[in-house]
């Protein structure tokens, strides 16, 4: 079993920068790929960034990269640097943990295992 804790959200104005942390409570020592999704108020849960268990691998969905820099700690935390934040990048942000295939990322919902609870990024135009 793996709970994972998002922090971070907030309100901001476009062009701000924020950052995102997701923590997971691991009753095992276990590897994880861990990655970030959003959903915005009507519309389906997408994929925004993934890293793999040891951080060699990360991958990011076309409308954050250059902008957004996901990165992990250590083996139970991981961040989503946010830069230029657009309106558009309004949603509740939820982290993932997929425990079956550390070594790679992951862009689909339903391989991930495991989700947080969701935290709110308003970004204000």
């Known amino acids: 079993q793996v709970q994972l804790v998002e922090s971070g959200g907030g309100l901001v104005q476009a062009g701000d920068s924020l950052r995102l942390s997701c923590t997971a409570s691991?009753?095992?020592?276990?590897?994880?790929?861990m990655g970030w999704f959003r959903q915005a108020p009507g519309k389906e849960r997408e994929f925004v960034a993934s890293?793999?268990?040891?951080?060699?691998?990360t991958e990011y969905s076309d409308s954050v990269k250059d902008r957004f820099t996901i990165s992990r700690e250590n083996a139970k935390t991981m961040s989503l640097q946010m830069n230029r934040l657009r309106s558009e990048d309004t949603a509740i942000y939820y982290c993932?943990?997929?425990?079956?295939?550390?070594?790679?990322?992951?862009?689909?919902?339903?391989?991930?295992?495991?989700w947080g609870q969701g935290t709110q990024v308003t970004v204000s135009s």
């Open positions: 993932a943990a997929d425990i079956h295939r550390p070594w790679i990322t992951e862009v689909a919902v339903e391989n991930y295992d495991y």
């Open positions: 691991l009753l095992t020592a276990r590897t994880l790929t």
């Open positions: 890293i793999n268990w040891n951080g060699g691998k």
